[in-house]
């Protein structure tokens, strides 16, 4: 199932009229044959009408994401209007010089144009992606447009997405409250439902003739029968068919889905079970689902989902290493302090393709609340195990109670310790937790879910919200930067 948009690159070389346009020309064709995977426009923007000749080239040829390449100096305003008048991502680089033999005839200045470049671009309010260091060889500039595309996939991603939510959230969880003011502003459409109506389409979806073949699937994908968890395979497979067919009744004007879904307390007690193994299944189908109706929260995984290209999950910063499991199974092994460790945790959600051997279980908690003194039942649903150990990202786009938005983006990994504890969990570390959890998460008031993407992707995803203009990307700055709320004297 694709959930997410494929990128079509084109580049539009650019030249200042008093520059040779070939200079810009042979350039464009270097970096063409160094990338490759890119469609390059004929026509040479040099002044307005050549701007549109070559937008309606590139249209044409379907592209949905453009690197505008400054082959010489670049005519500062024909190139910005590139980037205005193309609806989709786009992304400004420039020539370094050739050799030491071309400074005369051969000097391109492109150095100095992206600055007027710049300068334009900011002048009429238009946003682009400006690499770190924007200028560079036919090589450098193709790495330069390999770091653009997830980029441009989760702005593609973003511009066509919607979020299907049913809720409210649970009662007194105010950690998942989500001004929607903000969800428009960057182009994502949603669309708000009470779960009375996700209920009375499951109860329509009973006996349909799709669930035996799910249930033959989940059976494959858990190795067996389900164990003692088979008996509610048919709602779990029934649940699931509910939600693949409202996304495709309701996506509308949209081609992308996340959902961001109820699943307690009344959940389990009216539909039969926990929802957590069918929200498992979807991500690992680049459809997020979060839980207790975050919506901020799948809106984040949907773009970790873009920017990774493999299936994310929604996790609790949830608990401490105790210090004997630290004495014993980090200490001396790994390079991180007891503060750099946490245990991330949910019921149940993360995909089996990320867990160490998944299981479907019962969700602990809530059969000590719903049904204490019997067998688990009702409580059925949830995916378990430890989660697999290697590099991660841990990240957050949120709206914030004041309407804005906010970020934060932080590298880590899971460590290769056995959790000893229930549902979908790793043992993490991120340098300089401690800090980070105190003066960004508690200072910042962040809820306490957070995205995983399994890999470090924190550059693209810095890139992404720089793009989308949040004003505040937070990250586990290290102990020779303090935070502005950190004690000098403690």
């Known amino acids: 199932m694709k959930n997410t948009p494929e990128v079509k690159l084109g580049i539009i070389s650019v030249s200042r009229d008093c520059f040779p346009a070939a200079l810009s020309e042979n350039r464009r064709a270097a970096v063409s044959k160094a990338y490759k995977d890119i469609y390059e426009c004929k026509v040479t923007v040099e002044n307005e009408t050549d701007m549109l000749k070559a937008i309606e080239e590139v249209k044409k040829a379907k592209i949905n994401a453009l690197v505008v390449f400054l082959g010489n100096f670049g005519p500062e305003t024909p190139e910005v209007m590139l980037a205005q008048n193309f609806d989709g991502p786009t992304m400004f680089v420039a020539a370094a010089e050739d050799a030491g033999d071309k400074l005369i005839d051969g000097r391109g200045d492109a150095y100095c144009g992206m600055l007027n470049c710049s300068y334009n671009l900011g002048l009429r309010n238009i946003k682009a992606f400006i690499p770190e260091y924007p200028v560079g060889t036919p090589k450098g500039i193709a790495k330069m447009i390999g770091d653009f595309v997830p980029v441009a996939r989760a702005l593609l991603g973003l511009k066509s997405l919607k979020i299907i939510s049913f809720g409210p959230r649970p009662f007194d969880f105010m950690a998942c409250n989500a001004p929607i003011k903000k969800l428009f502003d960057l182009g994502v459409e949603i669309q708000e439902n009470s779960e009375l109506d996700l209920f009375a389409s499951f109860n329509a979806h009973k006996d349909d003739k799709r669930i035996p073949g799910v249930i033959k699937n989940m059976e494959k994908e858990l190795g067996g029968k389900g164990g003692e968890m088979a008996g509610i395979l048919p709602k779990l497979a029934q649940y699931e068919i509910t939600l693949l067919d409202w996304m495709e009744q309701h996506k509308g004007s949209r081609e992308y889905v996340a959902f961001a879904n109820k699943c307690w307390p009344a959940f389990q007690t009216q539909f039969g079970f926990v929802p957590c ?96 003194d019997s067998k688990p039942n009702v409580s059925r649903g949830t995916l378990e195990g430890d989660i697999v150990d290697g590099k991660i990202t841990f990240f957050r786009l949120q709206g914030t109670a004041e309407g804005g938005l906010t970020s934060y983006v932080a590298q880590g990994e899971v460590l290769p310790v056995a959790t000893k504890s229930f549902g979908g969990i790793g043992i993490f570390a991120i340098p300089e937790m401690g800090r980070f959890y105190r003066h960004v998460l508690i200072a910042d008031r962040y809820p306490h879910h957070g995205a995983v993407a399994f890999g470090h992707v924190g550059k693209a995803l810095f890139d992404v919200f720089s793009y989308l203009g949040v004003p505040k990307i937070s990250y586990n700055q290290p102990k020779s930067l303090p935070y502005p709320t950190e004690n000098p004297f403690a």
Not at 298 to 313: A, H, K, R
Not at 340 to 355: A, S, V
């Open 277 to 372: 193994y069918v929200n498992s299944r979807l991500v690992s189908r680049g459809i997020p689902v979060s839980c207790e109706v975050d919506i901020y929260g799948v809106l984040s995984e949907y773009i970790g989902l873009c920017v990774s290209g493999e299936p994310v999950t929604l996790l609790d910063i949830n608990n401490t290493v105790p210090e004997d499991m630290y004495k014993s199974d980090i200490k001396g092994k790994f390079k991180y302090s007891l503060k750099d460790t946490f245990m991330g945790f949910h019921c149940g959600n993360t995909p089996m393709c990320k867990l160490k051997k998944g299981e479907l279980k019962y969700q602990l908690i809530m059969k000590r609340l719903l049904e204490p």
